[in-house]
Nanobody, 121 residues
Framework: QVQLVESGGGLVQPGGSLRLSCVAS????????MAWYRQAPDKQRELVAG???????NYADSVKGRFTISRDNTRNLVYLQMNSLKPEDAAVYYC???????????????WGQGTQVTVSS
């Protein structure tokens, strides 16, 4: 079993910053990539940022230049630094891990339970 636990969400004013964290635990042999998604009310879940085991990153156009994803491979942690937050960034943010539970095993996607980010004055 693999568990992901996000933290760091909350209420922030427009222009403010938050740092989200996600820690993975359980039976993980290897992690290929980790990512942050978000879902606002009545909208589809969308990719915010992703990072591979080698450190390559990708971002949604809407957050480029404002958000930064990083990871600590030794502790199975991934972070999302969010700066210059806008009301449209408000959503539940989910952490996703893609990895294997054993050598040569299939890749699976695992999700956290989400953390709420509210941007409002």
């Amino acid at each position: 079993q693999v568990q992901l636990v996000e933290s760091g969400g909350g209420l922030v004013q427009p222009g403010g910053s938050l740092r989200l964290s996600c820690v993975a635990s359980g039976s993980i042999f290897s992690i290929d990539a980790m990512a942050w998604y978000r879902q606002a009310p009545d909208k589809q879940r969308e990719l915010v940022a992703g990072i591979t085991s080698g450190g390559s990153t990708n971002y949604a156009d809407s957050v480029k230049g404002r958000f930064t994803i990083s990871r600590d491979n030794t502790r199975n942690l991934v972070y999302l630094q969010m700066n210059s937050l806008k009301p449209e960034d408000a959503a539940v943010y989910y952490c996703k891990l893609r990895g294997r539970r054993r050598i040569g095993g299939p890749r699976y996607d695992y999700w956290g339970q989400g953390t709420q980010v509210t941007v409002s004055s």
